[in-house]
């Protein structure tokens, strides 16, 4: 009776197993290696709020696709003036926020003209800043008046600082994000995960394969390892152990890609402080940089080497990695000329990324040989983005910027390093107001020579994107032209 019984338990568990395995999956665990402070792109500085609710929670009017191109979104089309001054966009219809409320032409005008307001703290707000008026002549039709040529328009309408937001829901985004996007966030475990499931409410679930998302949180190398060979995590986009790679290049449960992001890896100065403020020590610093000992120390030779702020793949990009060849004397050389007497403090201040924390023990040591002793500081990403960013409490940092074509945070004053430039100002107003694409490239040009010269940040390497991912996870981008995990494109195959 006992055996009869057993054999009937273990058949029952077989069926059980056969049928659990026979079901398709329908649900994926993301790894990310930073936390976001809060779920408002439109108000927060960091790209891992992007990596969790861009296209996922929230949309915009356009969608910046993995191959660059921008289509619509939000929008059904646009039409734009022939002096590029005049955008008009005709809206979806249909489309309702999350919390039920219905999306309009009024969404629109509120998002953007928050975003612009003096008190908003959009990192692009000098673009919406650029708008001089928004009309709303129907609810399904939205037009943008720019005050100078917006040859970029389309593209800075498609990143997550555009994102469409509803004024009954903004003010509570950051811990309850609400958007027009096919998932809504049902848990965040702080310092874990952040968990989204899926929207029935959606305009057309019916092409959403996955059913619930988790994004966890593992900032260290080995513990990501661990994750993805123990089934814990099923893809990691942006994985940060570069050492274990080949591990799982040889592995055949596992896929590995390895694409471009717009990722522009420096060592930000900040130039406000004292000597930094004189450019003959930011030049020093710059020939104390053996760019090529970084990439391969720090990451195990992934990562093209940069001279300014833009990405081999951008248009207009010019090649300045040969301005500051790695030349310890003549940084030495320098120094002398600017009266600074070595040995030199400053702070280097590492968030978490293994790029920082790796790459900032080499350049300490590469300083160490100029006569500059790079005091530590290893700090998580919340403290990075009050202390550093906000608060400008740093002499020295590492940090990898991600947005695209982002060359004009050099033109704010105000930004955390603290470049001030009136020169360069002037060429990023006519870059910004360029009628055509070869003026573009031009201005764009200009603005690069122009801050390398003044050595504001030692421009590093481009950061390059490695996913790690179950072999039979299908949708995950190669490149990243923006910082986002598009679940809407992921499903399992069978």
Known sequence: ?????????????????????AAPKDSVTIGMILEPPGLDPTTGAAAAIGEITHYNIYEGLTKINEDFSVTPLLADSWTLSPDLKTLTFKLKSGVKFQDGEPFSSKDVSFSFERAA?????????????????????????????????SFEALFHLGMNTAVIVDEKSAATNATNPIGTGPYKMTNWNKGSSVTLEKWDGYRDPSKIAIAKATFRIINDPAAQVAALLAGDVDAFPRFGNFQAV??????????????????????????????????????????????????????????????SHLTPNDPGYIDLTGEYPHDPEKAKALLKEAGVTTPLSLSLI???????????????????????????????????????????????????????????????????????????????????????????????????????DDSVNVFLFQLQQITVANAKLQGLWKNSPIFANDLSAMSWKE
């Open 1 to 21: 009776m006992r055996k009869s019984f057993r054999l009937i338990i273990a058949a029952g568990a077989a069926l059980f197993a056969a049928s659990a395995l």
């Open 117 to 149: 307001a003096k008190d908003s703290t959009n990192k692009d707000k000098a673009f919406f800043a650029s708008i001089e008026k928004i009309d709303t002549p129907d609810p399904q039709t939205v037009t943008l008046t720019f005050k100078q040529p």
């Open 246 to 307: 080949d591990q799982f290049k040889n592995d055949p449960r596992f896929q590995v890609t390895i694409g471009g992001t717009e990722g522009k890896t420096i060592l930000a100065i900040n130039n406000r402080k004292k000597p930094l403020d004189d450019v003959r020590v930011r030049r020093a610093l710059a020939y104390a940089i053996d760019r090529k000992a970084i990439i391969d120390g720090a990451q195990n030779g992934y990562g093209a080497p940069i001279g």
């Open 350 to 452: 590492l968030p978490p990324p293994p790029y920082a924390r790796q790459g900032g023990e080499i350049i300490a040591a590469q300083l160490a040989e100029i006569g500059i002793q790079a005091k530590i500081e290893n700090v998580e990403w919340a403290q990075w983005l009050s202390s550093v960013f906000k608060g400008h409490n740093f002499d020295l940092t590492i940090i990898s910027h991600v947005e695209p074509l982002d060359i004009d945070i050099y033109a704010n004053p105000d930004y955390y390093f603290g470049y001030d430039n009136k020169d360069f100002q002037e060429i990023i107003a006519k870059m910004n107001a360029a009628p055509d694409l070869a003026t573009f490239k031009k201005y764009i040009g200009e603005a690069q020579k122009k801050i390398a």
